[in-house]
């Protein structure tokens, strides 16, 4: 039996090389700005203890996002977790089951508003003005068809775009490789 | 800088970065350090924020705000200690040892563990690991200067570089890193109150050479520090203020005294691209082109000249800077300001500086793509290292090692200095450093205040607040006070709850942050947004008697809890003094 093989693509930083300068952050919002749809980062360039990388969808091949949620507006689609933003309840059922913490609820800020006397980045949450907040996450910019446009952006090359091909040969079997030939090292010597 | 940046990927062993938080103001430099991390280079770090380059680093060591001259002459003490430092070097180059040598007696690493709980061992590595690299960088920006010890805080870098040898050669020397593209092009034409294109005003020689030049004669009289500016206002001194390129208002410290001190000016003329809160003050708007819409030449950080060429036409009756202010010197009937395009201006400063620029053509620069100065003829292929003959720009030609001593009353400085020129007999000509803390955390005031950058704004925002997806995209987190974990502790204060900090100079309000990088008893807020400006809180009675810096990165507050409806009123007040009329007030951010 042939079962067709479903293995998402996915955006990923290497923390060791990226310098936080946020350029991803402005480039996806442009991206997401250009193709119509809310114009907000999907990626969030996140600074903890330890050191400082974007963090983003994984587009997991079983997303919890996706099997919460209640109106179908998270799709299993062919090669990554599709969101529909004009499905989309903003009931957050997402971002309470994203092992991530990758999607989140936001809307867009309205040209009306003076944000500097608005508490800014809670609309997203209270939705007080009459903005609808929906669920965003990364789309791995589909539409575009350079691909990532983070990926172009990141200065240092931070930023990887990693599909089912290289998944399994590049990084998996280059690893694999490497732990191999470690491991025979030791062993020829020791046991 | 001495060196040029790119050699931190290629040649520098250790790099000493302190006072800067280089991946957040300086990307491309960071990355080019990332680069010789990747090599094999060390990374020293100090900085009372751990920041993203602190985290890379090999050793980082936590400073509280202003604690510069006690650790660096910490280093020194035990580098001479130990005998690490380049007795070649100093020796034929240099002179000042045994000034230094006494200046830093006192000086242990067990002095600082004391002082500060950073262990005396941390010190001696640093030390070791700085003194004993084949090539070392020191690198340093804001966190260095904008003290009223910051002069000193110089002398003592550079001292750590002639005492080790580590100038000169590629990979090594002493790096201030600028933080804009043409700080240092601005700098080299004069734009200081001392100097011209060509050397100090004071300087008989520099004077007669610009009247070869200008047919005028030039005052040998300094103008007034920028620092100094809101108090001559007041004093009746200043009646007409030009501002182009800057935002005063709000980069200026004490931003309260600053707009109090503008209400007195008989004319203010404002020429901006954007209608900047310092714009919004002022008699007369003059619009300009901005940088994609010009050509020229910047002078980078490495001090390589590069040529800029306009990547669109500048909407229709609008021009460039240098072409505004010879309109204006036209109508005013001044001789000399009759250029036809920017190239004309740089062949005349070549003309003024032949030293530094006679060689590099308009031609030989877009050719090679960027020369760095000094390069005096057409045939020099210019300077990327300076000091690679050992010789420093000084008449003698000598490195000199200058004493700094630290006092622990500001008052005390000169004081102190004098004791010490008596004490060894040092010449008058001869310079000598002191420090000391413009202020000190009492009961009203419990927190030191420091301000910095956010990497995805620049400045006062004038620019990057217009971008949408650098405002709304890079962006997410808005002004926001960021607070050590003690402070949050101490006062209840979590993460994006509204908090008020104040000090007897003004108060700003935005949402906390509580950011465990920081070092205990130390709150870090930004001035990139007029909403919350961290600089109304900044000190601008205290100067650096040398240069006249302000303490921008240093002062004292206090900070509390509040609830949103005093939030909001915090804020609106804000927004009246900082956009005064109506129709801005929405219109802009």
């Known amino acids: 039996m042939n079962l067709p093989k479903r293995v998402n693509k996915f955006v990923i930083a290497d923390p060791n090389v990226c310098i936080g300068c946020a350029t991803c952050m402005a480039a996806c919002y442009e991206s997401s700005h250009a193709r119509g749809k809310l114009a907000v980062p999907r990626l969030i360039v996140t600074r903890s203890k330890s050191g400082t990388m974007p963090n983003q969808c994984r587009q997991c091949d079983d997303a919890p996002c996706a099997n919460v949620c209640p109106v179908g507006a998270l799709e299993f689609s062919n090669d990554n977790i599709e969101l529909h933003e004009e499905i989309c309840i903003g009931c957050k059922m997402c971002t309470l089951a994203c092992p991530f913490g990758a999607i989140r609820s936001e809307a867009e800020i309205m040209p009306s508003v003076n944000y500097t006397m608005e508490p800014k980045y809670n609309l997203g949450i209270e939705s007080q003005i009459g903005a609808k907040s929906i669920a965003v996450k990364c789309d791995l910019c589909s539409g575009r068809e350079e691909g990532p446009s983070c990926v172009e952006v990141c200065p240092t090359g931070a930023l990887l775009f990693v599909d089912s091909q290289n998944i399994n040969y590049t990084l998996m079997s280059q690893k694999a490789e490497a732990a191999v030939e470690s491991f025979v090292h030791v062993a020829l010597k020791n046991i | 800088m001495t060196n040029d940046l790119t050699e931190f990927a290629t040649d520098t062993e250790v790099l000493f970065l302190i006072g800067t938080n280089t991946s957040e103001c300086h990307p491309i430099i960071a990355m080019q350090m990332l680069r010789g991390i990747e090599r094999g280079a060390k990374m020293i770090v100090i900085d009372p924020k751990e920041t993203d380059m602190a985290k890379k680093a090999d050793i980082y060591i936590q400073t509280p705000v202003g604690y510069n001259i006690p650790f660096l002459n910490a280093l020194i003490n035990h580098i001479i200690k130990e005998d690490l430092f380049d007795k070649e070097f100093v020796e034929k180059y240099s002179h000042g040892l045994e000034y230094v040598k006494y200046a830093v007696a006192d000086f242990t690493p067990q002095r600082v563990e004391k002082e500060t709980g950073i262990p005396a061992s941390k010190v001696i590595e640093v030390a070791e690991m700085y003194a004993k690299a084949g090539t070392a960088a020191i690198c340093y920006t804001m966190g260095m200067t904008q003290f009223i010890d910051g002069t000193s805080n110089i002398f ?19 790096n201030p890193l600028r933080g804009q593209n043409n700080v240092q092009g601005a700098c080299d034409m004069g734009a200081l109150p001392n100097v011209t294109a060509a050397g100090l005003v004071t300087d008989e020689g520099v004077r007669e050479h610009i009247k ?10 300094p103008g007034f520090a920028l620092t100094k500016v809101p108090h001559e206002i007041e004093e009746g001194k200043i009646k007409f203020l030009y501002v182009f390129g800057e935002n005063p208002v709000m980069s200026d410290p004490w931003t309260e005294h600053f707009i109090e001190a503008v209400e007195h000016l008989d004319t203010m003329v404002v020429q901006d691209i954007f209608l900047t809160e310092t714009a919004q003050k002022a008699d007369v708007v003059l619009p300009a082109a901005s940088w994609g819409e010009k050509d020229g030449t910047f002078i980078n950080t490495s001090r390589r000249v590069a040529y800029v060429s306009k990547a669109v036409e500048p909407a229709t009756g609008i021009v460039p800077d240098w072409k505004v202010i010879c309109n204006i010197a036209q109508r005013i009937g001044l001789q000399g300001f009759d250029y036809y395009k920017a190239e004309e201006i740089w062949d005349e400063v070549r003309k003024v500086n032949p030293r530094f620029f006679g060689g590099l053509s308009y031609a030989r620069i877009i050719k ?5 100065w000094p390069c005096p003829d057409e045939t020099h292929i210019g300077t990327p290292v300076l000091y690679e003959d050992k010789k420093s720009m000084l008449p003698d030609g000598k490195f000199k090692l200058v004493p700094v001593i630290y006092a622990d009353d500001k008052n005390d400085r000169t004081k102190l200095e004098k004791e010490l020129i008596n004490h060894l007999n040092i010449p008058n000509d001869y310079p000598v450093g002191s420090g000391a803390l413009s202020e000190k955390v009492n009961e009203e005031y419990p927190c030191l205040f420091t301000t910095g950058r956010k990497v995805y704004h620049y400045h006062t925002g004038t620019m990057t607040r217009e971008c949408k997806p650098l405002e709304m995209g890079a962006d997410i987190m808005g002004p926001a006070i960021e607070v050590s974990e003690d402070i949050a502790l101490a006062r209840k204060l979590e993460n994006d709850c509204y908090a008020i900090v104040e000090n007897k100079r003004g108060k700003i309000a935005a949402k906390v942050k509580i950011n465990p990088d920081l070092r205990h008893g130390t709150i870090f807020t930004t001035f990139h947004y007029a909403e919350a400006d961290g600089n109304e809180l900044s000190n601008a009675e205290d100067t650096d008697p040398l240069s006249g810096m302000n303490p921008l990165k240093m002062t004292i507050a206090a900070i509390r809890k509040i609830s949103e409806e005093e939030f909001i009123q915090v804020r609106e007040s804000t927004d009246m003094h900082m956009h005064p ?8 951010r």
């Not at chain 2, 003592?156 to 002493?174: D, E, H, M, R, Y």
């Open chain 2, 581 to 588: 009329s109506e129709q801005y007030r929405t219109v802009r």
């Open chain 2, 212 to 221: 070869s030049i200008w047919g005028k004669e030039i005052s040998s009289k």
């Open chain 2, 368 to 372: 090679e793509n960027g020369i760095s």
């Open chain 2, 156 to 174: 003592s870098l550079s001292n750590l570089a002639i005492l080790t040898g580590n100038l000169g050669k590629k990979g090594a020397g002493v």
